[in-house]
């Protein structure tokens, strides 16, 4: 995908915008000053722009009172959180950073990683104490690495129990040891009666340079009817690995599948081009027909543009499609995001969307990062500083102009993955696929989980959240 005139179009505004305020030797903004940078950008490419006085193109007269209001912020981030739309409800996405080489591994899939990720629950209603369980083992990471599992509990790190107010503290160290524990529902249905008891087993998990591969399962089970199905858990639109996404479906043809489990339970999104090509692979018969719309700004609405199904990956060859009607998408109320839920409103205008779990985040617009240099981008970025923006720039809708509603995707068959039953991904018998397979299988529900109770004790992982979760990106290629 190209978008050389989106870089056309901020390379003008850059320049348009450096006009208005010449950095003569008595001007107070040198052009390397950060705070400028984020002002200019916000004003160049935001998509609320219109929602921000402060962001408009005649807010300032003259140089004296640009430099006085940027002088009124302490820091450049106070001041891009200060230019933000409704920040606790709409705009929850947009990001600065101070180290765009960070920005720029996590984008290709590479960062600091142990490999783990986890719930955490309160142990009992209202209690301060705190246990985790182990959701996800990346491939060949470190806790893959240790034999760490899915389902395992954990209720101290380093020999400290966990509480609401050490938790975050204690997980985001590069280095630290959890304590297993072992967990006991009484023989009820009660949580509250449920008992966590450490073992005394633990492992000691430290950080390393990790590259995930974010086609995590790719499999063909075989129904008693015979039906071949394909579970695919993909936890990351990467454009580096279209590739292995793309033979993931190759399989998928060889076995004869019919039926799809698009597991989406942890994708917080990624690239919009790839979750174009992701959706040409699960059809193939609308080619060339409009997947995602996206609308800019006011200055950029020259550049709204369509995304299409194709039946190529550029610079890769041909797309291994399925031309399904029907597709089950899996979904977890705080991870499945952005191009994930792009994924499904795109479809769904096309094809049957069967969505089982939890409502998704709600998140419908998409971002890209711009650097302090004349066109935002990072060919001749300022040497002077790593700063980098990821605001929210265009609006994603599907061909009938729907968006994702802002309170998520409501699932079609409701169902919470529980902290006692997490079951092991990929296994028929796992909850949420389970009632995928019972659906295609037409034999009603297949647990009785959701009925019983809600695991209501979950609670957020604030501090623990990674830097590009919820994330959709624009990529400038």
């Not at 950060?34 to 609320?48: Q, R, S």
């Not at 722009?49 to 940027?70: C, G, H, V, W």
């Not at 060949?140 to 020999?159: P, T």
């Not at 399962?217 to 008693?224: D, F, G, N, R, V």
Request: net charge negative; hydrophobic share 40%; with cysteine.
């Amino acid at each position: 995908m190209k978008n050389c005139k989106l870089l056309v179009a901020l390379c003008a505004i850059s320049f348009m915008l450096s006009g208005c305020f010449e950095d003569n030797d008595d001007n107070a903004i040198a052009v390397s000053d950060i705070k400028d940078f984020v002002w200019k950008g916000m004003n160049a490419v935001y998509l609320y722009k219109s929602e921000i006085p402060d962001l408009a193109n005649d807010r300032f007269s003259t140089n004296e009172d640009y430099a006085s209001y940027l002088a009124g912020f302490d820091s450049p981030e106070i001041l891009f959180e200060s230019l933000k739309y409704l920040p606790d409800t709409v705009d929850r996405f947009s990001r600065i950073t101070d180290n765009y080489f960070d920005l720029q591994n996590q984008q290709q899939g590479v960062s600091l990683s142990n490999g783990l990720e986890f719930n955490l629950y309160r142990v009992t209603e209202g209690s301060s104490e705190v246990f985790g369980a182990i959701t996800l083992v990346l491939n060949n990471s470190v806790a893959d690495n240790l034999g760490l599992q899915r389902g395992m509990i954990f209720k101290a790190v380093d020999d400290v129990n966990l509480t609401e107010t050490n938790f975050v503290s204690l997980l985001s160290q590069d280095s630290y040891t959890l304590n297993f524990a072992d967990y006991d529902d009484n023989g009820t249905s009660d949580i509250n009666d449920d008992i966590i008891t450490l073992n005394g087993n633990s492992e000691t998990l430290t950080k390393v340079q990790y590259t995930e591969n974010p086609v995590h399962i790719a499999q063909t089970l075989t129904l008693s009817d015979n039906t071949k199905v394909g579970y695919l858990m993909y936890n990351g639109f990467n454009n580096n690995f279209e590739n292995e996404l793309n033979t993931a479906f190759a399989g998928f043809q060889a076995d004869g599948v019919t039926e799809l489990v698009l597991d989406l339970r942890y994708n917080g999104g990624g690239s919009v081009q790839t979750a174009a090509y992701l959706g040409s692979m699960i059809t193939g018969q609308f080619t060339s027909q409009v997947y995602s719309k996206l609308f800019y700004n006011e200055n950029l609405q020259d550049n709204n543009r369509d995304f299409l199904f194709t039946n190529t990956i550029e610079g890769s060859g041909a797309i291994n499609n399925l031309n399904l009607n029907k597709v089950y998408v899996l979904t977890t109320n705080r991870r499945t995001a952005s191009a994930s839920e792009l994924v499904i409103n795109s479809l769904d205008a096309y094809i049957d969307v069967v969505v089982i779990g939890e409502n998704t985040v709600g998140k419908t617009q998409a971002s890209i990062t711009i650097y302090d240099s004349a066109n935002l981008a990072f060919e001749d970025v300022n040497p002077n500083h790593t700063y980098a923006m990821q605001p929210l720039v265009a609006n994603s809708t599907n061909v009938n102009d729907e968006l994702v509603p802002a309170n998520g995707i409501t699932p079609d068959i409701p169902l919470i993955e529980v902290r006692y039953a997490l079951g092991t991904l990929g296994n028929p018998e796992e909850p949420l696929l389970a009632e995928a397979i019972t659906d295609i299988l037409g034999s009603g529900r297949s647990s009785d989980i959701q009925d019983r109770f809600m695991d209501f004790q979950l609670i957020k992982r604030d501090g623990l959240i990674h830097p590009l979760e919820q994330d959709m990106y624009i990529e400038l290629r």
